[in-house]
DNA sequence: TGATGTCGAGACCACGTTGTCTCACCGTGT
DNA sequence: ACACGGTGAGACAACGTGGTCTCGACATCA
């Protein structure tokens, strides 16, 4: 026996204040005034309120306050990184939840895969779902598409990577100094002969810290050599071939700086296979966990992800409480932690 | 000199349908029907609002559309997990927003740290937001805050653990079956005295690994001896006390079966610390990065998380496609990898 | 007692969009 | 020439909520 409107509202919906109101026997402004907190809605009136919407389910459709409110804040916001399963990527996303959660925000998400179009597909998306703000990652060379965006009020945050024709805040870590870092280091140890193991070159961080490199080299007046200089690794498999090549050199090198963690880890299990892993010495940039549980224990240039996330919550939360200030680009420092690999000492020349 | 309509809209908020509807000298509804991709819409028609929509830099607001559209959807999902930030919870991140994304839809995403309250809080905060569905990996033990939501149409999948007081599709790990493989491994080698190191014994999987633990013993009708359980391991340090604690007994066990990663690595670290990895035998559950760099490599019982991500996901678009029938629990399959630490034979006892 | 001020609840409408309905217009057939 | 069906654009209202304004009730004071 089909029924249009038994005594319980039994369809598939969800309550809405007006039935809560009707319930409640006020009006719908009533209900609303109760479920944001007004104060002067007589405590005996909210306490009905209350219970008439806890008896129905009611939860609030932010979608629709969010549409009617005057701020038109949604109270989410988007966050686009390079692969959500990357630990670089998931600490970071872990940090900005934290710090939005404290503001009751949450966070959509989503992986670029170093994939120019998906970025730019994926910040409309969540543009069109008017996220307040973006947290990016950015894959593209040219974030001019965002322009419109920004003016309209959707705040931009850039983790990284600076973008390109647009004008927003910026985190990024210390790619430069901190690859000179990890270069001279490899000096103190001796060696002269180091060769640069690096991903993409249009990644701007690998640009940066094979800059880095290079600047180190001109600093120790040694003159860089490009036949160690292998650029373009994207897979492990890819940084394994490229260091057994350099392995394979009539005159290979002493010591490897690798410029992001897959390539690190590739070079790593190249040497020991190789059984060179204890005379190669070896600094990466990015820490990775486990890294001081191998032997030898590998030795990194850490960026400081927590730093970096939280810096970029903030100021993204600075831009949405209104601060008008000119936008600012922060450095964080990067940070050598010694833990073998990169301290082995220039030793015999490995081949004749 | 401010103007109250210059020429050009300079007000700061997004233009809308009827702007761009003004611009073209066309209705709302046809704007709504060009962006919607309607067929019925004279092409030349469509070219022009086309042309006023770019012109006025115009992004549809989804979650207007969203409160007026007939089925009310977001082409939002949220997703529960442990901590986004550890490998287990981002790969399952990823493999559900690749999925999602075929389909057009992002993810919200909330980490809930074993908190049954910001489970609560989290899942609510997504469906005031209308997400379509929810993925959870509950921390709770009690899900029947949801039936109302469930009932009012939101889509519900849980994953690792099945949810208490509710019904909901499940996609599940072969945890107790998982464990009994290990266990049986670990006797293949010749160990009897096997000690068991889990993390809370109040998170189900944990249980359950213990449970299969039990069963194997059992089945090769060997006594369980309690001092070798170890639970309410919840830090690495505290998996690393747990592991030195039994291996200091004056009958300490000759394998080891850790039932959680981070516990994985905590017995790994402490037996290196006693220069014991290469004699005590060990199986972990879970795999994780670099487990097979490190010496001796550590056996594992893999679960498969992308296979896990990808049937939640398929369960949770079924139910938004409107499947009706009844909800199903899915168990996946683990498989042991042999990497070393779990073929170390059973050898002379380590203490007399 | 009457004028005034205060305060809280409700009426009304708009936010940006789309479902529904209307209606003008076209081509077709007789 | 007229009726007709088909087609496509626009008018209108409504989704669930909150901003604004109104209005009645009650307290205060001269």
Redesign the interface.
């Known amino acids: 026996m089909p029924q249009g409107e038994p005594g319980q509202s039994r369809r598939?919906?969800?309550p809405t204040m007006r039935e809560v109101a009707r319930l409640a026997g006020v009006a719908p402004k009533t209900v609303s005034r109760v479920v944001n907190g007004v104060s002067t809605v007589d405590p005996q009136m909210a306490a009905r309120v209350r219970e008439a919407a806890e008896k129905l389910?009611y939860?609030?459709?932010?979608?629709?306050s969010?549409?009617r409110r005057g701020d038109?804040r949604?109270a989410?916001i988007g966050m686009l990184v390079e692969?959500?399963?990357?630990?670089y990527?998931?600490?970071l996303?872990?940090t900005v939840?934290?710090i939005a959660?404290e503001r009751?925000v949450?966070?959509?998400?989503?992986?670029l895969d170093e994939d120019p179009d998906r970025e730019r597909e994926?910040a409309?998306?969540?543009?069109?779902?008017?996220v307040d703000g973006l947290v990016i990652v950015p894959a593209g060379r040219d974030q001019s598409y965002l322009i419109?965006?920004q003016?309209?009020?959707t705040c931009l945050v850039f983790v990284d990577r600076e973008p390109k024709l647009l004008d927003a805040d910026v985190v990024v870590s210390d790619n430069r100094q901190g690859a000179v870092t990890a270069v001279r280091h490899l000096m103190e140890a001796g060696h002269r002969r180091i060769a640069f193991l690096g991903d993409q070159a249009s990644i701007p961080t690998a640009a940066q810290r094979l800059d880095g490199y290079l600047h180190a080299l001109e600093l120790a007046q040694v003159t860089a050599d490009r036949t160690l200089i292998q650029q373009g690794l994207v897979t492990e498999q890819g940084a394994i071939e490229a260091a057994r090549h350099l392995m394979a050199l009539s005159d290979p090198p002493t010591a490897l700086f690798t410029s992001q963690n897959l390539v690190t880890?590739g070079a790593?299990?190249a040497l020991?296979d190789l059984a060179l892993e204890n005379r190669v010495a070896m600094v990466g940039f990015d820490d990775?966990?486990?890294a001081d549980?191998?032997?030898p224990g590998i030795s990194v240039m850490a960026q400081d992800i927590e730093a970096i996330g939280r810096l970029a919550a903030h100021a993204l939360f600075r831009r949405l409480d209104g601060d008008q200030s000119p936008t600012a680009t922060t450095t964080v420092p990067t940070r050598l932690i010694t833990r073998g690999s990169g301290e082995i000492p220039l030793g015999e020349p490995l081949r004749a």
């Open positions: 598939p919906g969800r389910g939860r609030p459709n932010l979608t629709a969010n549409l038109g949604t989410t692969d959500a399963a990357n630990p990527s998931a600490a996303i872990r939840e934290n959660r009751g949450l966070v959509l998400i989503g992986s994926l409309l998306a969540l543009i069109d779902r008017r419109a965006e003016r309209a009020g880890i790593s299990r020991r990775f966990p486990l549980m191998l032997r």
